[in-house]
């Protein structure tokens, strides 16, 4: 007898969707906020290689490998709307607020809605490295086309 395996994260439909959503996103946000200077990145390339790779590494490090985790392991947290963890929201919360106050811009309160596709992989996944893929890639098209 067989046993039937998943494939791997990365070539399942489910994280590939969420991977195209990515531009599409970038393609909605293009409609209200200008798209900038995307040569930036070749006059800055480290700070590119910082928003894109490095912070996308530790905030999954410390909110997917480290909140979501131990909200996880809490009985109050593991309500479920769907197939969302209490324990993503919560995060996704923290995530956000994180954000805002850090930089000083409500409109980064939107980052919660990325946040929950991270915490499902987080969550589906039992591991912080499929959402450190999906938010990198999220960072590396947005600070592309609109930080400046």
């Given amino acids: 007898m067989q046993?039937?395996?998943q494939p791997p994260y990365y070539k399942r439909?489910?994280?590939l969707f969420?991977?195209?959503l990515g531009p599409l996103l970038w393609g909605a946000l293009g409609m209200w906020w200008p798209v900038g200077d995307i040569s930036w990145p070749l006059r800055a390339p480290m700070q590119y290689f910082a928003l894109s790779l490095i912070y996308p590494l530790l905030e999954e490090f410390v909110f997917r490998g480290g909140i979501q985790v131990e909200l996880n392991a809490r009985s109050w947290a593991r309500w479920r709307?769907?197939?969302l963890r209490g324990s993503n929201f919560i995060t996704s919360c923290i995530f956000a607020l994180a954000h805002v106050?850090?930089?000083g811009d409500l409109a980064l309160g939107l980052v919660f809605f990325p946040s929950l596709v991270f915490g499902y992989f987080r969550d589906r996944e039992d591991s912080w490295v499929p959402a450190f893929w999906l938010h990198s890639f999220y960072n590396a098209g947005?600070?592309?086309l609109f930080y400046n």
């Fill in 101 to 103: 106050v850090l930089r």
């Fill in 81 to 83: 709307w769907g197939p």
């Fill in 3 to 5: 046993i039937a395996t």
């Fill in 13 to 15: 439909a489910d994280f």
């Fill in 142 to 144: 947005f600070v592309l």
């Fill in 18 to 20: 969420a991977l195209a």
